[in-house]
């Protein structure tokens, strides 16, 4: 390995680490957010116990059981790839000019938010993950855990992939602060769907076949669906093939508009003199 490469390793490291110092100051922010954010899904668990209770059986291959563990599993993928403030942050970074500091600099300004965003990720788990365990425990009766070997390997391949779509798709979001001077609504927007496609409020498989066909095909679908469905074994054989081949069709495209949208950006940025 050169020594250009190994700087180029150091600096990012160098990046990661002030990451990590940064995010931990904000610890029991991230802690209280994830107690607080235990209260949705009580509020899950008698809704759809209601639901069950009406129905007198299951719906569409769920059960009361499954359906608290589906939830349980959102819960827990959701605080590992969901990114934290990340579009704010960035956004500020481009009203206010401090992105003029990193631009003078042999660094690529994507790799340096990717470097802030798995370190915040670390943290953010490392705080949450307590009250994340302590509830699995409780609802330790409803867990099932996968069968097959393979799935652990498969399902943290998807959550990779899920992690960096969503990491992506925030810096892309974040981009519009190059031309807009609020891009709150916009995210807000984008989230909304995020929240309805991507499988926080119920399983996809609950839908009809023909509206889950046509969800697959959009990048919500993997950003937090899929790892689970995988998980759960609710996708297999050819099924299971062409979820993670798209997934991975949805992380080279979200890559790549994350960069074109870096590149207008600063050109739109520089001709206006920022």
Avoid at 49 to 54: D, I, P, R, W
Avoid at 83 to 94: K, V
Wanted: proline share 4%.
């Amino acid at each position: 390995m050169s020594a250009s490469t190994t700087g180029k390793i150091d600096k990012y490291i160098s990046v990661f680490n002030i990451g990590l110092q940064n995010t931990f100051v904000y610890r029991w922010n991230y802690f209280l957010r994830a107690v607080f954010g235990l209260i949705p899904l009580a509020g899950t668990v008698f809704l759809w116990s209601a639901v069950f209770k009406e129905r007198g059986g299951g719906l569409h291959g769920y059960d009361y059981g499954s359906m608290i563990y589906y939830y349980l599993l959102a819960l827990l993928v959701s605080n590992l790839v969901t990114p934290t403030e990340d579009e704010w942050q960035i956004a500020a970074d481009i009203r206010e000019g401090q992105i003029n500091s990193l631009l003078t600099k042999p660094m690529s300004y994507l790799a340096y938010r990717f470097c802030i965003f798995w370190s915040s990720r670390l943290v953010y788990t490392a705080v949450t993950l307590p009250p994340i365990v302590f509830i699995f425990i409780y609802f330790r009766h409803y867990i099932t855990p996968p069968v097959h070997t393979l799935t652990y390997f498969l399902t943290t391949l998807s959550i990779l992939m899920s992690a960096l779509i969503q990491f992506f798709i925030t810096y892309s979001l974040a981009m519009m602060a190059f031309w807009l001077l609020e891009i709150s609504t916009i995210i807000f927007i984008v989230y909304s769907f995020e929240y309805f496609l991507g499988g926080q409020m119920f399983p996809i498989d609950i839908m009809p076949v023909s509206i889950q066909a046509a969800m697959k095909w959009l990048p919500f679908y993997y950003e937090l669906f899929c790892p689970i469905a995988i998980f759960l074994e609710h996708l297999k054989g050819a099924d299971l093939l062409q979820a993670l081949t798209i997934q991975s069709g949805w992380l080279f495209l979200t890559w790549a508009a994350a960069r074109a949208m870096w590149r207008r950006g600063l050109g739109h940025y520089q001709a206006v003199g920022g």
